[in-house]
């Protein structure tokens, strides 16, 4: 059974075989990794990348050596709960930027995402596509595999835990409800109770659900947001244009980037705080060829070029001329309306729209805006797990994050160390990528197929049904 909060990767069962054939079982994946390196941590998503997309990282798009070939009767049965529409979080975000992987590298098997769009009459931008096209794409993948019975949208989880049924036997006991219309007048959403048993559970929340916080004070403030999307409505609304007073955006990955770069395009000023310096190797800047993403590179332009000098006084962005022409005469006229404070941090905000910076040597700075959005990542909701999941991460004294305590899985098999039956694929296990994604999900499917054939080879009597609904059916 595979549960999902967010579907984003559907998997139809197929086999894959290669030119070349070994003597090993082409499901013994801990074999075939061998010597296998990449950009993935994940043996296993390192090898399906490179039999999926050979030489990708050199942006070549060259044939696969790999065979797809539809066999239902192979299939394992599975079930997606999810908040949404198949695509999950690429319906939320802002449709009009640019996915930061290439075009091929979002695409799942038995569909290129070239194709698709070219039968839609679209065209790649840079070899890439907006999150909004990438949504579609998605939700057209599950319909045009065949999939739509095993996506049960508008669901949300409530509880996953342990139970053993009458015949002795411990399965996983999945509880929630999901929005319908009712059958009354006036189209009234409803919640219905639902609960799910089923001999496997697969995590693929991804980490966009709880936006990370600084825990300073002042942060429940009106003006304090955290997400991009709080921006987007400001903007919409009309309540931030060129007359506001400056946006405060903190963070310094590629969600502040977009929001530097919609509020720069609005010609509202903007201040941008992060708390490495410029040059820091781990940037995600630094790492990104400067010919495909323009659009980034010209914000880490800004992030160098207009920053600001401690002990000077700070430029009242609010009184600079927007169309100042770059004579050389001020610092701070090659990107009118713009000032990044590198190595600093947020220390508190106050009531009357000011925000007090600090940076390394203790040294504080005043801003007076007219909204701060805190971009600096997010968590997952687990909270349908016991103690919100901490105990399957690497540390179970901190909080599950992609990038510092992803939950400890077999590299392998992606089955959770410290819960068996119980796997984890994408963001949770350090993955963020949509091409690494698919090689978690091959190994998944990998050992729950090696795990039924054992049974079936020690003839074990278990039920045949690998899921089981009560309470009510789930509509797709």
Same mark, same amino acid.
């Given at each position: 059974?595979?549960? &999902?909060?967010?579907?984003?990767?559907?998997?139809? #069962?197929?086999?894959?075989?290669?030119?070349? @054939?070994?003597?090993?079982?082409?499901?013994?994946?801990?074999?075939?990794?061998? *010597?296998?390196?990449?950009?993935?941590?994940?043996?296993? $998503?390192?090898?399906?990348?490179?039999?999926?997309?050979?030489?990708?990282?050199?942006?070549?798009?060259?044939?696969?050596?790999?065979?797809?070939?539809?066999?239902? #009767?192979?299939?394992?049965?599975?079930?997606?709960?999810?908040? *949404?529409?198949?695509?999950?979080?690429?319906?939320?975000?802002?449709?009009?930027?640019? +996915?930061?992987?290439? $075009?091929?590298?979002?695409?799942?098997?038995?569909?290129?995402?070239?194709?698709?769009?070219?039968?839609?009459?679209?065209?790649?931008?840079?070899? @890439?596509?907006?999150?909004?096209?990438?949504?579609?794409?998605?939700?057209?993948?599950?319909?045009?595999?065949?999939?739509?019975?095993?996506?049960?949208?508008?669901?949300?989880?409530?509880?996953?835990?342990?139970?053993?049924?009458?015949?002795?036997?411990?399965?996983?006991?999945?509880?929630?409800?999901?929005?319908?219309?009712?059958?009354?007048?006036?189209?009234?959403?409803?919640?219905?109770?639902?609960?799910?048993?089923?001999? &496997?559970?697969?995590?693929?929340?991804?980490?966009?659900?709880?936006?990370?916080?600084?825990?300073?004070?002042?942060?429940?403030?009106?003006?304090?947001?955290?997400?991009?999307?709080?921006?987007?409505?400001?903007?919409?609304?009309?309540?931030?244009?060129? $007359?506001?007073?400056?946006?405060?955006?903190?963070?310094?990955?590629?969600?502040?980037?977009?929001?530097?770069?919609?509020? =720069? =395009?609005?010609?509202?000023?903007?201040?941008?705080?992060?708390?490495?310096?410029?040059?820091?190797?781990?940037?995600?800047?630094?790492?990104?060829?400067?010919?495909?993403?323009?659009?980034?590179?010209?914000?880490?332009?800004?992030?160098?070029?207009?920053?600001?000098?401690?002990?000077?006084?700070?430029?009242?962005?609010?009184?600079?001329?927007?169309?100042?022409?770059?004579?050389?005469?001020?610092?701070?006229?090659?990107?009118?309306?713009?000032?990044?404070?590198?190595?600093?941090?947020?220390?508190?905000?106050?009531?009357?729209?000011?925000?007090?910076?600090?940076?390394?040597?203790?040294?504080?700075?005043?801003?007076?805006?007219?909204?701060?959005?805190?971009?600096?990542?997010?968590?997952?909701?687990?909270?349908?797990?016991?103690? =919100?999941?901490?105990?399957?991460?690497?540390?179970?004294?901190?909080?599950?994050?992609? @990038?510092? &305590?992803?939950?400890?899985?077999?590299?392998? +098999?992606?089955?959770?160390?410290?819960?068996?039956?119980?796997?984890?694929?994408?963001?949770?296990?350090?993955?963020?990528?949509? @091409?690494?994604?698919?090689?978690?999900?091959? $190994?998944?499917?990998?050992?729950?197929?090696?795990?039924?054939?054992?049974?079936?080879?020690?003839?074990?009597?278990?039920?045949?049904?690998?899921?089981?609904?009560?309470?009510?059916?789930?509509?797709?």
């Amino acid at each position: 059974m595979f549960y &999902n909060s967010i579907p984003l990767l559907m998997y139809f #069962e197929v086999r894959f075989t290669h030119k070349r @054939r070994t003597k090993k079982n082409f499901a013994d994946l801990e074999y075939l990794c061998e *010597g296998v390196e990449g950009r993935s941590s994940n043996p296993v $998503a390192v090898l399906f990348d490179a039999l999926l997309l050979p030489d990708g990282d050199f942006g070549v798009d060259c044939a696969s050596p790999l065979i797809w070939r539809h066999e239902p #009767e192979r299939a394992t049965p599975h079930l997606v709960l999810g908040k *949404g529409p198949p695509g999950g979080a690429w319906h939320a975000m802002e449709g009009s930027m640019l +996915t930061l992987s290439l $075009a091929n590298w979002m695409e799942l098997p038995g569909l290129k995402l070239k194709d698709w769009m070219r039968d839609k009459r679209r065209n790649l931008r840079n070899d @890439r596509a907006t999150p909004a096209e990438i949504a579609s794409y998605y939700q057209h993948y599950v319909s045009k595999m065949g999939l739509e019975k095993s996506f049960a949208c508008g669901t949300t989880v409530t509880s996953v835990s342990r139970v053993s049924l009458e015949s002795g036997r411990s399965v996983w006991k999945i509880q929630g409800l999901q929005r319908r219309a009712s059958s009354g007048e006036g189209n009234e959403v409803i919640e219905v109770p639902f609960s799910v048993y089923a001999e &496997n559970v697969v995590l693929a929340t991804g980490t966009h659900d709880i936006p990370a916080r600084l825990g300073v004070d002042g942060e429940n403030l009106p003006f304090v947001c955290h997400s991009f999307w709080e921006l987007e409505a400001a903007i919409s609304s009309g309540r931030l244009d060129r $007359a506001s007073e400056p946006v405060l955006v903190v963070g310094a990955g590629l969600t502040a980037a977009d929001a530097v770069l919609a509020a =720069h =395009h609005l010609n509202t000023p903007v201040y941008h705080a992060f708390r490495r310096p410029v040059s820091d190797p781990a940037l995600i800047f630094n790492q990104l060829p400067k010919l495909l993403y323009p659009e980034y590179h010209k914000v880490h332009q800004m992030m160098s070029q207009q920053q600001h000098k401690v002990g000077e006084k700070v430029v009242n962005l609010s009184n600079q001329p927007l169309s100042s022409p770059v004579d050389g005469t001020s610092p701070y006229t090659r990107y009118p309306g713009y000032l990044s404070f590198p190595k600093h941090h947020v220390a508190a905000f106050k009531p009357d729209g000011k925000c007090v910076l600090e940076d390394e040597r203790g040294l504080q700075t005043v801003l007076q805006v007219s909204m701060a959005l805190v971009l600096i990542g997010a968590h997952p909701n687990l909270s349908f797990l016991p103690e =919100h999941g901490r105990p399957l991460s690497l540390d179970s004294k901190e909080p599950i994050s992609c @990038r510092r &305590n992803p939950l400890d899985v077999d590299p392998y +098999t992606y089955e959770c160390v410290k819960e068996p039956g119980m796997y984890a694929m994408g963001p949770l296990v350090g993955e963020n990528f949509v @091409r690494f994604l698919k090689g978690g999900a091959l $190994a998944i499917v990998c050992d729950i197929v090696q795990k039924q054939r054992k049974k079936r080879q020690e003839k074990c009597t278990t039920s045949s049904l690998n899921i089981q609904l009560s309470n009510c059916t789930l509509e797709a």
